[in-house]
């Protein structure tokens, strides 16, 4: 039977149902209202076009309105918006934008697919800025374009750590602008688990970008030229994009009753159907099923958006389909990462109560003897029964293949078995015999099976506070690149012939650089008759987790991709030999070995360039030069290499770069200061040792741990949900810095403020101010994870720029002083 079939909106869904319709009958009208210019374009190209990547304004057009009438027969009204829909005479209300004319039209069956609107709150200044954008259109980019090249655009500031916000991120930043990314979360990419993204956000500090976690915008000032965020800081811009995420455009289907769900999304039946009859919904627009929880979710991607307009154009031509769930796979460039995942993570998986297993490997993308190979971190996610729930991965090279593989192994109700059983395509250039996908699936059964335990990254802080007993088994000159205070050493090979080193009396927690010789130690051990678990993800893993956002333009500058590279440190010394090695592919602590084989080999004076895939060398070869007395003289990224020049030996003292903050030897030592006590006088005596310190030129370690905590909480009166005894902590503890008692002489409040007036009559610093001054002259603060979570004080309430660590953060550091004191 002949039907009118009414589209409203196009892009990806509207354009694939319309078509699929043609292509199903010649007989039905079909017509497109789109009341932007476009109506199907690559909206995921449009930060490449911003960038240049795209040059062409044509090249992100899918279908033109002429090729839809003369190739498709199908009617289509651009630049005309449909604002009313009347569902009993079955008609609707259009409104031509550019006259303003506006009639009616009647439909048999009507289609929604407005798709989302970007959600640009109502921050206060922001009418007033003519410099801050939203990415959702073609148009939205030309402005942006437009902008950039007519004004003087210098600094970008982009907010928001989505996929669109990465991408604008990376496309600005390859402009040669000075970008600062600025997300209210403590990470980006909230599809990635924490210590996943914590590779994303060193990559973007690697690239030169400013990134600020844990705050978000508070209002706009001089006109948009300046962001203030919710923190104080302020940030000086020229140009502003918001990219903090899309809200489902239903304002038109809540307008005619259709019934909305999350977020206002549109909610549909099994065959898009709303609760009208013959109007139905697809793409962004709509509630979707979740493959893993069963659950209505939202997931505005464009491969389901498609897929749900040519199974709607199917049921409406009287073929039997149903509306599928979404996995939600996804992949996204940041610089010269790409980070694709698929299914649910760790922390959507805790909020909805669903017991699972997770494991972290590092495998290489192809064969690492094959030149190219580059590390994978690689996450999967599965039930103790075996099925798959989740992935992540991150690298330089395939990194997508690897998820699309276990993404289908997931649709096809596969489990973590099934992945060993995956025929890859195998020649060297392209995979390894054992590929990434099968290596998963060992580990996971070798798991599921009972044949090891594991303990996560996210355990080893107070395991160490507890006094576990770790053992390291790694080679030993793998310890200069970093390890776990405190633990017991013996290299794999020696294992067997050390057993009786080991207690049998408690768990050996074992631990290598990315968790392979950890695994094959353990079953040693296991079959030894030990209680044994391994660091699933290694050292590597943890030590990633640990990583401080802001600390990495201190030891890598980004430098670009134009050949070979020299620094005025590597000229200084041209009467040396030169050895260049290429450590590409080889797994860790490979890199690390190939530098030590290296310099034993050469003399003093010598310069080695090295080159490595893995960007965790960046941080080992600084960590290693620093243990063994040579000299780093650059530590750079060329493309997605690391290309580090090292000085050998006694040489590098004498050609050593020189610092503005060097100090004579005897000033050269460390302090760490244990401050448990949080009384006013105390904390003050703290921090003017630190100060005094710190400009002497001596690098300060302060470890905050129990009533020491109050020193460091933020002076709020912002309320903190708690409950049970970390309530009746907070009820009993002071409320930050400015509320501290004294230890002697409180006199119930006054001995506080006549200290803190005679110190302001004698023009002495507030503890306020001092603690600031701490922070600018480089002075390290960290609080004790372990002892938070005792007192019940959460991270929110902690001061900005201070660091979260286990004992063995302080241990690490009191190592290396010549000073440590307890306060």
Same mark, same amino acid.
């Given at each position: 039977m002949k039907q009118r079939i009414i589209i409203v909106g196009g892009v990806a869904g509207g354009a694939s149902v319309a078509t699929r319709l043609r292509r199903l009958s010649e007989e039905n009208e079909i017509i497109m209202y789109e009341k932007g210019e476009f109506i199907s374009f690559a909206n995921c190209g449009l930060p490449y076009y911003v960038g240049g990547i795209i040059r062409e304004k044509d090249s992100l057009l899918v279908e033109s309105v002429e090729n839809m009438v003369k190739d498709f027969n199908?009617?289509?009204?651009?630049?005309?918006?449909?604002? +009313?829909?009347?569902?009993?005479?079955?008609?609707?209300?259009?409104?031509?934008?550019?006259?303003?004319?506006?009639?009616?039209?009647? #439909?048999d069956r009507l289609i929604l697919s407005t798709g989302a609107s970007p959600l640009v709150p109502k921050i206060p200044g922001i009418d007033r800025s003519k410099n801050v954008f939203s990415v959702r259109n073609i148009p939205d980019v030309e402005k942006i374009k437009n902008y950039i090249e007519k004004n003087t655009v210098q600094k970008v500031t982009i907010i928001g750590g989505g996929f669109i916000g990465l991408e604008m991120t990376e496309n600005l930043s390859e402009l040669g602008l000075d970008v600062s990314l600025v997300e209210?979360?403590?990470?980006? *990419?909230?599809?990635?688990? @924490?210590?996943?993204a914590q590779f994303v956000h060193e990559q973007i500090e690697l690239q030169g970008v400013r990134l600020i976690l844990n705050d978000g915008v508070n209002h706009f000032s001089d006109e948009g030229h300046t962001v203030v965020l919710n923190s104080g800081k302020q940030l000086d811009t020229d140009l502003t994009v918001m990219a903090i995420g899309v809200m489902p455009d239903s304002k038109l289907a809540q307008k005619a009753g259709i019934k909305t769900g999350i977020k206002n999304a549109i909610v549909v039946d099994n065959h898009f159907e709303t609760n009208i009859p013959d109007i139905f919904a697809i793409g962004d627009v709509i509630e979707v099923t979740d493959f893993v929880t069963h659950k209505p979710t939202l997931i505005p991607l464009a491969g389901p958006a498609n897929r749900q307009g040519r199974l709607l154009a199917d049921y409406l031509n009287g073929l039997e389909v149903d509306n599928p769930s979404i996995q939600g796979t996804a992949v996204a460039k940041v610089f010269a990462l790409t980070i694709a995942t698929t299914g649910k993570n760790e922390?959507?998986? %805790?909020?909805?109560?669903?017991?699972?297993? &997770?494991i972290h490997l590092h495998p290489n993308s192809h064969a690492g003897y094959y030149p190219g190979a580059a590390p994978i971190e690689l996450k999967v996610i599965f039930t103790p029964q075996g099925r798959i729930l989740g992935a992540q991965a991150i690298g330089t090279e395939g990194v997508d293949k690897r998820i699309d593989m276990i993404s289908t192994v997931m649709r096809l109700n596969g489990t973590i078995d099934d992945?060993?059983?995956?025929?890859? /395509?195998?020649?060297?250039?392209?995979?390894? /015999? %054992?590929?990434?996908?099968?290596? &998963?699936? #060992?580990?996971?059964? +070798?798991?599921?099976?009972?044949?090891?335990?594991?303990i996560q990254w996210h355990e080893v802080d107070a395991l160490q506070s507890s006094g576990a007993y770790f053992l390291d088994v790694r080679e030993a000159f793998e310890l200069n690149s970093g390890k776990l205070a405190g633990a017991y050493h013996i290299p794999r090979g020696e294992l067997r012939g050390r057993l009786h080193e080991l207690p049998k009396d408690q768990p050996i927690y074992v631990y290598c650089s990315v968790?392979?010789?950890?695994?094959? !130690?353990?079953?040693?051990?296991?079959?030894?008759?030990? +209680? /044994?678990?391994?660091?699933? =993800?290694?050292?590597?893993?943890?030590?990633q987790s640990k990583y401080q956002v802001g600390t990495s333009s201190q030891s890598v500058h980004r430098t670009p991709n134009n050949g070979d590279h020299s620094s005025a440190s590597l000229n200084k010394a041209p009467e040396c030999s030169r050895i260049e090695v290429d450590a590409c592919g080889l797994q860790c602590p490979g890199p690390i070995l190939k530098v030590k084989e290296s310099m034993e080999r050469m003399g003093n004076g010598d310069i080695l360039k090295v080159q490595a895939s893995d960007f965790g060398f960046h941080k080992d070869i600084v960590a290693w030069a620093n243990a063994t007395g040579n000299k780093l003289l650059s530590n750079d990224i060329i493309g997605s290499k690391v290309v580090a020049t090292l000085l050998k030996g006694s040489k590098a003292e004498k050609q050593e770069v020189s610092e503005p903050s060097k100090v004579s030897s005897n000033l050269s030592g460390a302090t760490t200061m244990v401050v448990f006590d949080g009384d006013?006088?105390? !904390?003050? !005596?703290?921090?003017?040792?630190?100060? $005094?310190? /710190?400009?002497?030129?001596?690098?300060?370690?302060?470890?905050?741990? @129990?009533?020491?905590?109050?020193?460091?909480?933020?002076?709020?009166?912002?309320?903190?949900?708690?409950t049970g005894t970390d309530k009746l902590f907070d009820k009993m503890l002071p409320k930050g810095v400015d509320h501290l008692p004294l230890s002697r002489m409180n006199m119930a409040g006054m001995g506080p403020k006549m200290i803190k007036k005679v110190m302001a009559q004698k023009n002495v610093d507030g503890l306020s101010t001092m603690i600031? %001054?701490?922070?600018?002259?480089?002075? %390290?603060?960290?609080?004790?994870?372990?002892?938070? +979570?005792? *007192?019940?004080?959460?991270?929110?309430?902690?001061?900005? =720029?201070?660091? @979260? =660590? $286990?004992? &063995?953060? #302080?241990? =690490?550091? &009191?190592?290396?002083a010549n000073v440590n004191l307890f306060i």
């Open positions: 199908i009617e289509v009204h651009n630049n005309t918006e449909v604002i +009313d829909i009347d569902p009993q005479k079955h008609s609707i209300t259009v409104k031509n934008v550019l006259s303003g004319d506006e009639s009616t039209d009647h #439909y209210a979360s403590p990470q980006v *990419m909230a599809p990635l688990d @924490f210590e996943m922390r959507s998986l %805790k909020n909805g109560g669903i017991d699972y297993l &997770a992945l060993q059983l995956i025929e890859v /395509a195998y020649a060297p250039p392209f995979a390894s /015999a %054992k590929d990434p996908v099968n290596y &998963a699936g #060992y580990v996971g059964a +070798d798991l599921q099976q009972g044949l090891v335990k594991t968790g392979l010789r950890g695994y094959n !130690a353990v079953r040693i051990l296991m079959l030894n008759g030990f +209680d /044994a678990y391994n660091l699933d =993800g290694g050292l590597k893993t943890y030590e006013l006088d105390k !904390a003050i !005596a703290t921090f003017i040792i630190a100060t $005094g310190a /710190a400009a002497m030129g001596k690098p300060v370690t302060l470890f905050f741990t @129990f009533w020491g905590l109050n020193i460091i909480k933020k002076n709020t009166s912002e309320k903190i949900s708690k600031e %001054k701490a922070k600018q002259l480089g002075v %390290k603060m960290v609080a004790c994870t372990m002892s938070m +979570d005792l *007192m019940g004080v959460k991270r929110e309430e902690i001061m900005d =720029g201070v660091e @979260f =660590g $286990g004992v &063995a953060s #302080y241990l =690490g550091e &009191a190592a290396k």
